[in-house]
């Protein structure tokens, strides 16, 4: 007897003695589909009419028969009696389609995650100032540029409007070496801080950085303003003896180094043990806190 795939409509030719009178299961040589088979009813004696319409059918369409036994021919691929009954009709391809599509999702998924993490981890290290040289790798990254903040880069200092902070701006900078005698030699960055906010500041922070020729942060020291040495103690001061003055933010005397609306305050940042390609110097004010209000009745 002569099966049609009901999935992709090839012809296959079926031993009908295998079929049992329930029907069978078969799998397609062609395209795996699996489908059900039924055996031919018995053959019944035609009516005299009905033969001879039949004859002349099969006298007019005498080239129909090997047309379909060329076609089965061609096409004899097999069948598999007896294959498990399917339990849905998702072909082997239609699977292997979704299959691939589910891996290309999660992976797009998967790295999107990954560029937030380490977007997020950045601007932490760069609010921080911590790894400024990792950091300032990735600046001038299209996206990245929006979410970090502006490292400079000049001869100079930044720009007071640029500086400002909590109406803080910075005037007068300039950066200059030193010998001392112990410590050898430093850098001076050096300047003042002007108050043109409405508020008294107190405990202002302003951080210098010192950038090599290949553009990358090489040194960075955060002191409080307030704090400034002669050129005698630059040469003299032992330099732990600088550095722990430049990070209190108390006067030596202990009274609170704070400015007054207009008024100004000096400070100065002082680098030792300096890399050989030093080019370019930095400053910004990074932080302050409203200053006490003096108690009533004085």
Do not use: H
């Not at 069948?79 to 082997?92: E, I, N, Y």
């Not at 910075?170 to 300047?191: E, P």
């Amino acid at each position: 007897m002569i099966v049609q795939c009901q999935n992709c409509q090839t012809k296959f030719r079926l031993d009908e003695s295998k079929i049992p009178a329930a029907g069978s299961w078969v799998r397609c040589g062609k395209c795996q589909d699996v489908f059900q088979v039924l055996p031919p009813a018995p053959p019944q004696a035609p009516a005299p009419a009905a033969a001879a319409e039949q004859d002349q059918t099969l006298e007019l369409d005498r080239g129909t028969p090997r047309q379909a036994r060329a076609a089965e021919e061609a096409a004899d691929f097999g069948l598999d009696v007896d294959a498990p009954r399917p339990r849905g009709k998702a072909q082997p391809q239609a699977r292997g389609r979704g299959r691939g599509f589910k891996i290309i999702f999660w992976l797009l998924a998967i790295i999107l995650l990954l560029v937030i993490v380490a977007a997020g981890g950045l601007v932490t290290l760069d609010r921080l100032g911590l790894s400024p040289k990792l950091v300032d790798r990735f600046r001038t990254v299209p996206g990245f540029s929006l979410l970090l903040s502006s490292a400079g880069a000049g001869k100079a200092a930044k720009p007071a409007a640029e500086a400002e902070y909590q109406g803080l701006l910075l005037n007068q900078v300039r950066g200059y070496f030193r010998v001392n005698q112990a410590a050898g030699r430093l850098f001076i960055i050096q300047g003042l801080v002007e108050n043109q906010g409405q508020q008294e500041r107190a405990a202002v922070m302003v951080r210098g950085r010192l950038t090599d020729s290949q553009g990358q942060v090489a040194r960075q020291e955060v002191v409080y303003a307030g704090q400034a040495f002669n050129p005698d103690e630059l040469q003299q001061m032992p330099l732990a003896e600088m550095l722990a003055r430049l990070n209190k933010p108390e006067a030596p005397d202990g009274g609170k180094l704070a400015i007054k609306p207009g008024a100004t305050l000096p400070f100065m940042i002082v680098f030792a043990n300096l890399p050989t390609n030093l080019a370019e110097f930095t400053a910004e004010v990074v932080g302050s806190e409203a200053a006490a209000p003096p108690p009533a009745g004085r």
